[in-house]
């Protein structure tokens, strides 16, 4: 294949090893690859990644914004670089956001501020386990809890439908306040805390005993959950094929000792943040809260881009922020997951190209609430926070084919060898337009995720994977052999037929 060579021999790095040297512990990130950055902390590479990151640069979409949020969904024309993805759907990249916020969380490292992973703290314990819609649980957290019934969770109501607890300045209580950055993800989290109280009702029903029905009920959610991951999402971003490869013949590249397991930074840092490539620049959130929402044709459906400026401030934001509560900010899931009713919408294919709202952030949506506002400009910066190597110097690690430099023709005016030690943000992107034609991921980018993703469920003591490999999915589904969102959705009752709109 032209601009991919073969990996070469490993002793490219003399004195470097490929996995994970020294031990660590599920409090504090770590590295998979002990390899060299892809570039020195200069100044210099940091102006360079500030340029590939900048608004209206070579990763901008540049999606006509002043064409407004429902046309640029409806005549995709308008948006040449916003391509569907025939077979992820529109919640592919949410519930990818809300898996994110359940196992890492940086609260502490600075952007272009070199800082070794292993002494830095991850505020979420890595591993699929719901920390962040559980918190500490019902003793610890109880600010989660009903009060009338400790074991279930509070959810409000918006007006017409669910809503997350709010403080009275909007602030929404629940265990990781990212799950509110957006209207979507507030509303899967919503949907999370109606599943588990609707698996507390079936508990309850087969008599276990008042001081079970909590960690029996959590995990029931819990394991549906990282099924969901395993059977559905996985093979949806990496492919069925290296799902089963990985599930049969092992971890190659993440080996971490049992009680040492931890969150890598090749992982956090770059790779997984191959998500914002799948946002889409709008989105309809319902069919039917907002009465006049489709200027178009008179529908009552509500679109918003997902942040536009004019929403700073606005009590119910012409976006679709988080932090706002009215009747019309709840999500309609038949766009976002597939229903059977034909009003499913695709995901954005996964490629170099970032919708040009997420070059703009609210202050609200970063969670150290300071500049640069690009989204793309703060994931590169990391990279050299962690020292990060190049996606060309893990695929030989790997010994997997390489992207050659003639692949990256745009990066070479960057300077600073950025088309052959190239960022592994934007590497893994390339490759999986490159190699997986959006699809899916590719590559290094499939590799690591794949890996970490099967590392982190197998090296936690409690997920089904390391109880009960086994077990099956118990809860109602429409096809006996699998559980999917559409199921989990459906049991929580924030299904279209549940809503009867
Ligand atoms: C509208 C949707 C999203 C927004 C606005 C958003 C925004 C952000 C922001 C502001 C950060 C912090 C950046 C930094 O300072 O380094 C971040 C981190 C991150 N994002 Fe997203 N994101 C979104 C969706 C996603 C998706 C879909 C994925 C993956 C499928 C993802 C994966 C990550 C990861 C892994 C991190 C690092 C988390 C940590 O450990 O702190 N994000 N995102």
Redesign the pocket.
Same mark, same amino acid.
Do not use: C, K, W
């Given at each position: 294949m032209s601009g991919v060579t073969a990996g070469a021999a490993i002793a490219t790095f003399p004195g470097t090893a490929t996995a994970q040297t020294a031990p660590t512990n599920p409090r504090f990130f770590g590295r998979m690859f002990n390899l060299p950055p892809f570039a020195p902390a200069t100044q210099q590479v940091q102006e360079a990644l500030r340029e590939l990151g900048r608004p209206g640069g070579i990763m901008d979409a540049k999606d006509p914004l002043n064409e407004g949020p429902v046309r640029l969904i409806t005549n995709p024309e308008l948006s040449p670089n916003n391509v569907d993805n025939p077979f992820h759907t529109a919640g592919t990249?949410?519930f +990818?956001?809300f898996?994110? *916020?359940d196992f890492?969380?940086?609260?502490n490292s600075r952007?272009a501020v070199p800082t070794p992973p292993e002494t830095s703290p991850?505020?979420?314990f890595p591993t699929l386990s719901l920390d962040s819609v559980y918190g500490g649980g019902p003793n610890a957290n109880p600010e989660f809890y009903d009060p009338a019934d400790r074991v279930k969770f509070r959810v409000e109501s918006g007006g017409l439908f669910e809503d997350l607890p709010r403080r009275s300045d909007r602030v929404a209580i629940i265990a990781d306040p990212?799950n509110d950055?957006?209207l979507?993800?507030a509303g899967l989290h919503a949907a999370f805390l109606l599943f588990h109280n609707r698996v507390v009702d079936l508990v309850r029903s087969q008599g276990a005993p008042a001081d079970q029905v909590f960690n029996r009920a959590k995990q029931i959610v819990t394991w549906h959950y990282q099924w969901i991951i395993v059977h559905e999402f996985l093979p949806q971003?990496i492919g069925h094929g290296l799902t089963q490869d990985i599930l049969r013949h092992g971890r190659q590249f993440y080996r971490p000792a049992p009680g040492q397991f931890f969150?890598p930074v090749e992982?956090? +840092?770059a790779v997984?943040?191959? +998500? *914002?490539s799948?946002?889409r620049p709008s989105y309809r959130a319902n069919l039917a809260g907002d009465p006049g929402g489709n200027p178009a044709t008179g529908a009552p459906a509500f679109f918003g881009f997902?942040?536009d400026p004019a929403g700073q401030g606005q009590a119910d934001p012409v976006d679709l922020r988080g932090r706002a509560r009215a009747r019309r900010r709840f999500i309609g899931w038949q766009t976002f997951f597939n229903f059977g009713d034909g009003q499913v919408r695709a995901n954005k294919r996964i490629d170099t190209m970032i919708s040009t709202p997420?070059f703009n952030?609210p202050l609200q949506?970063?969670?150290?609430n300071d500049p640069p506002t690009s989204?793309p400009q703060?994931?590169l910066?990391?990279h050299l926070t962690w020292s990060l190597p190049s996606g060309q110097a893990i695929a030989e690690a790997m010994r997997i084919p390489i992207l050659t430099r003639e692949i990256f023709p745009e990066l070479r005016p960057l300077g600073n060898n950025l088309d052959a030690s190239t960022p592994l943000w934007y590497y893994i992107l390339k490759e999986a337009k490159y190699l997986g034609d959006g699809i899916t991921l590719a590559g290094v980018g499939a590799r690591i995720c794949g890996e970490v993703f099967f590392g982190l469920l197998q090296l936690d003591p409690t997920s089904y994977l390391s109880v009960q490999p086994t077990w099956t999915p118990t809860l109602p589904r429409r096809n006996a052999n699998t559980f999917t969102m559409v199921d989990l959705l459906t049991y929580a009752r924030v299904d279209p037929a549940s809503r009867r709109q």
């Open positions: 990249t949410f +990818g956001q898996v994110d *916020h890492t969380f940086d609260l952007l991850n505020t979420r990212r950055e957006n979507i993800i971003i969150m992982f956090q +840092g997984y943040r191959f +998500g *914002h799948m946002i997902i942040f997420l952030l949506a970063i969670p150290s989204l703060r994931n910066l990391r």
